[in-house]
């Protein structure tokens, strides 16, 4: 998908996107008493967004990227992927069990070409089931070893 394109679903995206991410990064630090470092761009090409990482050490302005365990929600771009438009997908892992949410997937209504649907799905996130599925996977990689404990 051309860059033009892509940006009119990414302006209807990122707001609520960010806003749903500084809630889940909010509920693993107060909650679940994980450090995390603060929100970044996510650009992987066909795949864009926004995300955040576990703090293993250094300052929290380290980018999303450079961890292993990291929290992007992001757009899939159709084009690459076989379907028209763009998806939404959040991961907290590189692994298949990491897929927090990923609305009608393996479906044909995964990509819409409507902006505004991509604005729902992303507002349709609950943000303290998605903070206890990414607390599940980091317990079950052992990059956290318990609900109180700093990284391993």
Known sequence: M?????MKYECVFL???TTKLKAIRQILNDVYRVKTTKLDIVDHDDE??????????GDETESANAFEAQVEL????????GYAGCGVMMTCSSYGSGIVYAP????????ATDPHEIGRRVLDLDVVAASASIMQEWLRLGVVTD???QPA
């Open 104 to 111: 009608y997937n393996y479906t044909k209504h995964v990509g």
């Open 48 to 57: 864009r967004g926004i995300g955040f990482g576990l703090k293993s050490s």
């Open 15 to 17: 707001p609520p996107a």
């Open 74 to 81: 992001i757009l899939k771009d159709g084009d690459e992927h």
């Open 2 to 6: 051309k860059d033009k394109e892509y």
């Open 147 to 149: 609900h109180t404990a």
